[in-house]
């Protein structure tokens, strides 16, 4: 719940509630539990919080809408929006970001990935008045492995929303060209995170490290496939003790999107001979335009 944030991708954090239930391989480190551990509270069991955590939100977007800019906003960081334990709170939760429009509330849930009634159980929790999706808010999912790639790719095109985005973080296995192509057209798809499972969360007392390698080559297939296809990406991490590397470092053949302008990113993409041709979409945060 962060004025500021470490997180490469956002620039502050919101949990209306914290808590989770751990979901797949992707879950077995997951860095929420970790600090739920070092809190002394119960992370399986979903509880709402306080007060002055749903304020903040008001007072983020007095300030975005002050200085004429949009500030992106990741929720729920150690929780997850769509939990079933937080349906007695979630619509007074969707009248907080209804009204926060200098907020871009990135919403990133693991409900997704269930292949039978994933995708209903979302439908059902968006909020009456959601239509096509509301201009400021983002729906992503995690998509780590080949399952969870492919049923993701059939569910999240079917949720309305103005942005939609990927979380492959951590990358646990090699995605096949194969499995882009049976994912067919992705213009649904506007942002990609390609990312390894990392962090000092993972160190045992003896300095014996937990986290589960990525192989730099599936980063490099994925980020290639989403370019082909005109999908922003942003490779976050590699497989290290440290979770984020600094803002100047290649971290990936040059590769450091997010949110940088993505015509630069295109650019750079035509060079080393991953697409070609113009970018039809244009910048993918359709919010500043």
């Known amino acids: 719940m962060a004025d500021k944030t470490n997180i490469g991708w956002t620039n502050r954090t919101l949990n209306f509630w914290k808590g989770c239930t751990k979901k797949n ?33 008001d007072r983020w977007n007095k300030e975005a809408a002050e200085a004429g800019r949009v500030d992106l906003v990741f929720t729920c960081s150690i929780s997850d929006f769509f939990h079933p334990a937080a349906d007695a709170w979630r619509d007074e939760a969707w ?10 509330w990135q919403i990133l849930t693991k409900a997704l990935v269930a292949k039978d009634g994933g995708l209903s159980f979302v439908l059902e929790r968006l909020p009456k008045d959601w239509g096509d999706g509301w201009d400021h ?9 080949r399952d969870t790639f492919a049923t993701t790719a059939h569910h999240l095109r079917n949720i309305p929303a103005a942005t939609r985005f990927l979380s492959m973080e951590p990358l646990l296995e090699l995605i096949p060209v194969e499995d882009f192509e049976a994912a067919g057209d992705l213009s649904w798809l506007d942002q990609a995170i390609i990312g390894g499972e990392s962090g000092t969360h993972l160190a045992t007392k003896n300095e014996q490290w937990q986290h589960r ?10 980020a290639a496939q989403f370019l082909k296809r005109h999908v922003a990406v942003m490779f976050k991490q590699r497989s290290d003790v440290k979770n984020e590397q600094p803002a100047d470092c290649p971290w990936l053949d040059g590769l450091k999107q997010w949110p940088l302008n993505l015509f630069d990113h295109q650019q750079h993409a035509k060079e080393v001979g991953l697409i070609e041709g113009p970018n039809p979409r244009g910048y993918p945060l359709r919010i500043f335009s």
Do not use: H
Request: proline residues 2%.
């Open 137 to 145: 808010v983002w729906i992503g999912s995690s998509a780590g492995q």
């Open 95 to 104: 009248d907080v970001i209804r009204r926060n429009k200098n907020l871009a």
């Open 213 to 222: 390698r990525m192989d730099l080559v599936w980063a490099r297939t994925a």
């Open 25 to 57: 391989e992707e879950c077995r480190f997951c860095y929420a539990a970790t600090l739920a551990k070092r809190g002394g509270w119960d992370f399986s069991k979903v509880t709402r919080c306080g007060r002055d955590i749903w304020r903040k939100p």
